[in-house]
């Protein structure tokens, strides 16, 4: 009997301690279950933080990429103009260093003289 005894009590005296070491470990694994959650959260929270910002970079380099090919646009434009009025001039040039370019020049040349003067032509 008294073997017994001794066995209920110790078997009594586990109980409470495997109890609190069930109740220990299950504060702790949801203290664990809780930082991973957290972790989680603040990793969700960064990745969707980065592609925010990489939305917004590709919405403003788009917007700049359209400015600029607008501006190059226009400046493609006026270089053709400009371009245009040059090969207008070059072969305007090419026609004075021509055969019979003096007479076209001084055939030019007759508006800007006023009425009653004489030309002088440098040789």
């Given at each position: 009997?008294?073997?017994?005894?001794?066995?209920?009590?110790?078997?009594?005296t586990?109980?409470?301690?495997?109890?609190?070491?069930?109740?220990?470990?299950?504060?702790?694994?949801?203290?664990?279950?809780?930082?991973?959650?957290?972790?989680?959260?603040?990793?969700?929270?960064?990745?969707s933080a980065?592609?925010?910002?990489g939305?917004?970079s590709?919405?403003?380099?788009?917007?700049?990429?359209?400015?600029?090919?607008?501006?190059?646009?226009?400046?493609?434009?006026?270089?053709?103009?400009?371009?245009?009025?040059?090969?207008?001039?070059?072969?305007r040039?090419?026609?004075?260093?021509?055969?019979g370019?003096?007479?076209?020049?001084l055939?030019?040349?007759?508006q800007?003289?006023?009425?009653?003067?004489?030309?002088?032509?440098?040789r």
């Amino acid at each position: 009997m008294v073997t017994a005894s001794t066995t209920k009590s110790s078997r009594l005296t586990n109980q409470p301690s495997a109890e609190a070491a069930a109740h220990r470990a299950a504060t702790i694994q949801r203290q664990l279950d809780r930082q991973e959650l957290h972790c989680s959260l603040i990793a969700l929270a960064a990745k969707s933080a980065l592609i925010l910002v990489g939305c917004v970079s590709v919405a403003r380099l788009s917007v700049a990429y359209q400015e600029r090919l607008e501006r190059h646009g226009e400046i493609a434009a006026v270089v053709n103009l400009e371009s245009k009025k040059l090969e207008t001039l070059q072969q305007r040039f090419d026609r004075l260093f021509s055969i019979g370019g003096e007479k076209r020049l001084l055939s030019e040349q007759d508006q800007w003289i006023a009425p009653n003067r004489l030309r002088v032509i440098w040789r």
